[in-house]
């Protein structure tokens, strides 16, 4: 792909969906369009993004808009069966409270980005295990995903991180290391194309939702429409319904979360042993009203700062952390992270220095340092921990945080493209030269 080719490119993807497209990710992407032209009978990348930027896109073959084929090409559709599955339960744990209180058996989920449908099944098959009935919607912007989805077929081994139970439950054996979601629990999931950027939510002739999942996707936009898509996501939801994001947008995108403005609704935040989970209850003073729906107000929406998973340190000073901890750059690393959240830079700056000396090897210490760094006005400091996170990540080391290195596809090309976007910033307003 040339240079202008890709330019062109991200700018129409950023258009079209809100979606940013890293640049290193421009030979795996030519690859793939490249693969899609041939399969459509197209003779270059050339022309199929000519077809593809038509006012009104001819239909490929199987009928399908151009268009959305390559935007599947693009996204990253990376999921299982389980996927943070602590958390998810922490959310239907309330949800289930608020329904069985109201006498209501049945539950209504959207799954927004729901990729190849591992997340709405996984949904389905934990509130059934809880003897509710889900009623699902689950929603992508790629078409090619959303078959898979409807076809209810996968790799036997998606469902590593499920528990075991469910593979007897609510699957049945099929050919080759495939299983097959059963009957039952398909009927209570309905899949559609649906883009979180341009698309009404909920969708026209929806009801709102007991519980809003929308958990690594929002990773992919820019903040302003990370704010967007979460206020909308928020008027979605029931009055007390729960919104759930994902745990790396949690703590990864806390200002984009927290200044959506003022928030009638109340924040829960729960503590598990491994992660911190945060979801939001939109407007939870109402009572929950069924079936007419109760809008939650747009701003009833915050995704506050979530507590830190130890004991919170004093502030200002640098938490001593439980002995045999102290060169543990991972303790470091999530006190730096949660004091961040908590919008104590300094204590954060001191804590991820720290991780970072010790795993110098680890790209989000450095990056999560930079963001600290811009915060209290160091911008020449805040240009050589961005320099070093990127550096790390075009490396492809982890990231040094266990409960994030699954997600490191995801993760590394998100935060690689903002320590480029922050460092040509910077640049622009000179921090450049005076970075040490
Ligand atoms: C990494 S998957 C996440 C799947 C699932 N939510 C999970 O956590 O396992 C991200 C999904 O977001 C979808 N996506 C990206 N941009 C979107 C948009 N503008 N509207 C709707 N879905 C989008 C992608 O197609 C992809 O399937």
């Not at 202008?4 to 129409?12: E, S």
């Not at 720290?354 to 600290?372: E, G, M, N, Q, T």
Request: one cysteine or more.
């Amino acid at each position: 792909m040339t240079d202008a080719q890709w330019r062109a490119l991200q700018g129409w993807l950023r258009d079209w969906t809100g979606m940013r497209v890293a640049d290193h990710r421009r030979d795996v992407i030519g690859a793939s369009l490249a693969a899609l032209a041939r399969e459509l009978g197209l003779a270059s990348v050339d022309e199929l993004l000519a077809a593809a930027r038509a006012p009104a896109p001819a239909p490929a073959p199987a009928g399908d808009d151009i268009r959305d084929l390559l935007v599947a090409r693009v996204t990253v559709g990376l999921t299982w069966f389980g996927r943070e599955l602590g958390r998810l339960e922490v959310a239907l744990a309330r949800v289930e409270d608020r329904c069985r209180r109201a006498g209501l058996d049945d539950v209504y989920v959207w799954s927004a980005g729901c990729s190849s449908g591992e997340e709405p099944y996984t949904v389905a098959m934990a509130l059934l295990d809880r003897g509710l009935r889900p009623r699902v919607r689950a929603t992508d912007i790629s078409v090619e995903a959303l078959r898979r989805a409807g076809g209810g077929r996968y790799r036997t081994a998606g469902l590593a991180a499920a528990p075991s139970s469910w593979r007897a439950r609510y699957f049945d054996q099929g050919p080759a290391a495939t299983v097959e979601v059963r009957e039952p629990v398909r009927r209570t999931v309905s899949f559609a194309r649906h883009n979180l950027v341009t698309d009404a939510a909920p969708p026209a002739g929806w009801s709102r939702f007991d519980l809003v999942v929308c958990r690594n996707v929002l990773i992919y936009f820019e903040h302003a429409e990370v704010v967007a898509i979460t206020r909308r996501l928020a008027a979605a939801c029931r009055a007390g319904a729960e919104l759930l994001v994902g745990a790396v947008e949690q703590s990864l995108l806390p200002a984009a979360a927290t200044d959506v403005g003022p928030a009638p609704a109340t924040t829960t935040t729960t503590t598990t042993t491994t992660t911190t989970t945060t979801t939001t209850r939109a407007a939870a003073r109402q009572a929950p009203a069924r079936p007419a729906s109760v809008p939650a107000p747009a701003s009833a929406l915050a995704v506050g700062p979530a507590p830190a998973p130890a004991p919170a340190p004093r502030p200002g000073a640098v938490a001593t952390p439980a002995a045999g901890a102290a060169l543990d750059p991972v303790e470091h690393l999530r006190r730096g992270l949660a004091a961040k959240r908590g919008g104590e830079l300094a204590l954060a700056i001191e804590h991820l220095r720290r991780a970072r000396f010790l795993a110098s090897d680890r790209w989000l210490a450095p990056y999560a340092l930079a963001v600290c760094l811009e915060g209290v006005g160091r911008p020449g400091e805040a240009v050589e921990a961005y320099r070093h996170a990127a550096a790390l990540m075009a490396r492809g080391v982890p990231a040094g945080l266990p409960e994030v290195e699954v997600e490191v596809e995801a993760l590394a090309e998100t935060i690689s493209g903002a320590c480029h976007a922050r460092l040509a910033a910077l640049r622009a307003r000179g921090a450049a030269a005076v970075a040490p």
